[in-house]
């Protein structure tokens, strides 16, 4: 056991079982307003036994980061009397709990939250579209935008001027191309990081890089302490790494990092990596404070914690009266602590699968070593495209583009839910790409599947959480504009308006696309 | 154990133990002929403990697949009487092998081979040369060769003009371009190989097809059947994922597969997945025959191993007057059995980082839902420059300069080592990129170290084998052209000499680098 520990007091965890509620038609009646028994209104008329429902409650706090892993919970009689349910069915809840590994308690010294040690469920992804669902389903899956226009163009151009030399080689650049290793460790010195191009390696997007630094840095089994809610496909690559991924809730506001908890999870769990989106986050948009971000850095290193900082949103700015604060690897200047990860893919374009680290350099040369056993290298073309953006100017002057777009969806976006589904509430970033929409009290996944049988495809919140969490809330992309934006929302109501009146359990979806 | 077995004779060991001596500098005598004793050649003067050489010999053959896992040993009476050493020798030798995981016994039944439970020892690649080295050192560690422009280049300007359409969607295609999945489904087509797109899914390289599918395929601990030798990263790739490698040993000719030993091992050990380069195999060189081909697919079948067949090399034939076989999958009309591999890079440019994955519609359908929480995705640009050189014949117009070019790369090797190597023994490969050498008893292993002092880097056969076998062999590949042949060959004959004449211990490797 932990020689750190810290509690959850009963009136603590009454009052987080009570902001969980979720309405929706098989729940006893819309609960507005806090209900009168937590457990009662989880129980609603579901039939579940109520220790049952009470055992979920505290499982998904667990899972959201809203309760930390190693803290200790009230004893039984103290929670039965704040919940004012049986002492028996708290008994019953924390048995549970203890079954599935998320309890471990000592006699005579109380009971203390746990993560299972086996894999969690994977929480599978949205499967492409098929080509004949294309044309008729909004597909809001993906927050990615199309290339920001000529420049993709003139930079490939480029590419194409500079790639006889390279023509005459075998092609095998496992670090990457010399020149774009220069051009983003200048970006890096420009941004107030001094960095040498030995502390870069292109990778395949930043899936490659994060991929990359997960296979180096951890084994199988290891934790991973995460933001709650994070990025959905790194959560998903982590788990199939074999990651015991430990969640840290984010705060409801757009500053969202919780330091106390963080320092807590990262003293308590020692964990051995942690993956953090400081700029923009997906999915919430949140941008960690300078302040934040010196406590993340000095806390992973005082617990001997590898710290990963994704910057695939940092450069969509799109409010400009919002300061940017330093890179995380500022607040590192020894280079022992903070990986980071970079992309072209949401600044400039997917399609391109241009990724990077920027870290220590003997990290990075073991980072290359392993890669002759991954993916071996990061295409040529795309990789001198991106060079010459970032030695023309031309890497500004499309981020321009791009910002200038993303912001037009975002205020499109969010005029088309409020106006469509008043009751959904959410922050509006100041940056990023993504809407993390909290769904009224209804299940984001029920109306994930009513809207895929009527012509919207959203990822629900589960898919960023760990294990089940964020049932409540969908992420919506920045990926439309006004009228295709307002079609979206008006069926994202039309399927919320099924899940409310309990329709959505009486068909299978069809294998048409209602258009 | 398995129900089935095999068993090696006594006098079948002694001879396989006898083939193994090893000469060098250390050894008592040059061995040439075979040896009164194999156990005393081994031993040596190196103060190996006789039982200690005995399990090492054993180990060795086991490791190259020489003799089969889950096959029966001789009982150490016959063993000692054959290889004229005391049975207490054999004994301990047993004894040894057991403790390591290689050897089982049951008291009254007798001994049978096996592979340990735990990963073996990783064997890791050559690093990436300093750039201050390149200019001085003859690189022979790398099987790839210059792009065929001016394909290159025109092919890049195709996919310029190919790309507006595709720059206004979000660059997201984890199948990969459907212009790209018809021209390669249509190339199987022609082939022989009727194919749909459907069964097609584009990858970063060769690869990234084989890791995606060991991903999907396999767990850790579960085991995986190799051609022994095989290609070096693959096996390495399979070893970081947890693969038990299984291996099973090419015979020393050109149609090197030992179908009995195959069938022998697919029943015995029934692993989840086998991998073979079929076609001009690396390091070897082979071209499987079409019985061969037919005869594995069925032992695969027969045994539930999903076989996946590379043929990243199959394109290179370098002798006109050889025919070429069906591919593997032409022997599984069901493709319930073949999940062939296939790449750009060693056909046409490394560089480009495009492989593929052909399997049945619902394998592909799955690892395409995996790789969200992989690589995402291949390059569109890429993708595009492959479809247009297959849709336009540059594909084989590209082809005829790429064999040309290994041709002359190839005579001018094999020349240029029958004249400064002349007692290396090798088989002249009909294709592929690679020349398997046998190093004249000599260690490759040494030959390497002493190669990169002398300004010439080979990969030595331990790269290509499970956990320490073919240390008497290296790999030379068909990159270089005459007189750079010659000089690597001159090169790699003096760092011979320093490690036959015993003074490759001297001195620690300098950091500066010969011309």
């Not at 098989?26 to 609960?31: F, R, Y």
């Not at 349910?85 to 006699?107: D, I, K, N, Q």
């Not at 935008?145 to 006889?164: I, S």
């Not at 993504?434 to 629900?460: D, F, H, K, Q, Y």
């Amino acid at each position: 056991m932990s020689p750190w520990t810290s509690a959850v007091g009963a009136p603590q965890l009454a009052r987080l079982l009570g902001s969980q509620h979720t309405r929706d038609a098989t729940a006893a009646s819309p609960a507005d307003g806090p209900a009168a028994s937590p457990v009662a209104v989880l129980n609603g008329n579901r039939r579940v036994p109520a220790y049952r429902a009470l055992a979920d409650g505290v499982r998904l706090l667990l899972l959201e980061g809203r309760v930390p892993v190693a803290a200790r919970l009230p004893a039984e009689r103290e929670l039965a009397a704040a919940l004012t349910v049986s002492r028996t069915t708290v008994a019953a809840a924390y048995e549970a709990l203890r079954g599935e590994g998320f309890l471990e308690s000592r006699r005579g010294a109380g009971s203390w939250t746990a993560m299972p040690a086996g894999s969690p469920l994977p929480t599978r992804g949205l499967d492409p579209l098929p080509p004949e669902a294309a044309a008729s389903v909004i597909d809001l899956g993906c927050a990615a935008l199309p290339a920001p226009e000529p420049w993709l163009t003139r930079a490939t151009r480029g590419a194409l001027e500079e790639l006889p030399p390279y023509a005459h080689t075998h092609g095998d650049y496992p670090a990457g191309l010399p020149a774009l290793r220069q051009a983003l460790a200048d970006r890096y010195t420009a941004r107030g990081v001094p960095t040498m191009p030995e502390q870069i390696m292109v990778t395949t997007g930043a899936m490659g890089a994060v991929a990359a630094t997960c296979r180096l840095m951890t084994r199988p089994g290891e934790r991973v302490a995460v933001d709650s809610p994070s990025y959905a496909n790194v959560l998903q690559l982590m788990r199939e790494a074999g990651a015991r991924l430990v969640p840290v809730a984010m705060a409801d506001h757009l500053a969202g990092w919780d330091i106390p908890a963080w320092r807590q999870v990262l003293a308590a769990a020692a964990p051995r990596m942690a993956y953090v989106v400081a700029d923009f986050h997906n999915p919430t948009g949140a941008l960690a404070t300078e302040e934040q971000r010196r406590s993340l850095v000095d806390a992973a290193r005082a617990a001997g914690t590898v710290l990963i900082a994704d910057e695939t949103m940092a450069e969509l700015r799109l409010d400009d009266d919002v300061e940017l604060p330093r890179p995380v690897s500022a607040f590192d200047p020894a280079g022992s602590t903070v990986v980071t990860v970079g992309s072209a893919s949401k600044t400039f374009w997917a399609g391109l699968r241009i990724g990077w680290v920027r870290a220590a350099p003997d990290v990075i040369r073991s980072l290359v070593a392993a890669r002759a056993y991954a993916d071996l290298g990061t295409p040529v073309i795309e990789q001198l495209a991106v060079a010459w953006l970032l030695n023309t100017g031309g890497w500004e002057e499309a981020i321009e583009i791009r910002r200038a777009l993303a912001r037009d969806n975002r205020d499109a976006l969010v005029a088309a839910v409020r106006r469509h589904l008043p009751d959904w509430e959410f922050t509006v970033p100041h940056g990023g790409l993504t809407l993390w929409a909290r769904t009224g009290g209804l299940s984001g996944s029920r109306i994930a599947e009513a809207g895929a049988r009527l012509g919207v495809r959203v990822p629900s919140g589960p898919r960023f959480g760990v294990d089940g969490a964020f049932e409540g809330y969908v992420r919506l992309p920045f990926t439309v504009a006004g009228a295709v934006a307002d079609k979206a929302a008006e069926r994202l109501a039309a399927a919320a308006d099924l899940v409310a009146t309990g329709a959505t359990a009486e068909a299978e979806a069809p294998r048409t696309w209602v258009a």
